[in-house]
């Protein structure tokens, strides 16, 4: 059975930095990419980033690029997205997701989903 669980969720004032974590379990991690999603209240879902767990290159939605770092840790199975400069509109719903094979920005792609991390941004 294939698990993700996230973690390192909270509460943070404008300008503050978190780290969220996605442990993998159930599947070899070599063949997957990973991505990080959020959706804030109303809104759609939407892609953050993504990594090849192989390679592993990643790629960032333009708006985030040099706030947010994606990164995984093969020794352990999960995959950890870095936040600095953490703005109010970042507050969202986190979410982390694997699929077999390359790396892609839509949602519909991943297959496999966790329960998603609680991001809010305020003074």
């Known amino acids: 059975q294939v698990q993700l669980v996230e973690s390192g969720g909270g509460t943070v004032q404008p300008g503050g930095s978190l780290r969220l974590s996605c442990g993998v379990s159930g599947i070899p991690t070599s063949s997957l990419s990973m991505a990080w999603f959020r959706q804030a209240p109303g809104k759609e879902r939407d892609f953050v980033s993504a990594?090849?767990?192989?390679?592993?290159?990643?790629e960032y939605v333009d708006s985030l690029k040099g706030r947010f770092t994606m990164s995984r840790d093969s020794a352990k199975n999960t995959v950890s997205l870095q936040m600095n400069s953490l703005k109010s509109e970042d507050t969202a719903i986190y979410y982390c997701?694997?699929?077999?094979?390359?790396?892609?920005?839509?949602?519909?792609?991943?297959?496999?989903w966790g329960q998603g991390t609680q991001v809010t941004v305020s003074s």
């Open positions: 997701a694997a699929k077999v094979g390359g790396k892609t920005r839509t949602s519909s792609d991943y297959r496999y």
């Open positions: 990594i090849n767990w192989g390679t592993p290159t990643t």
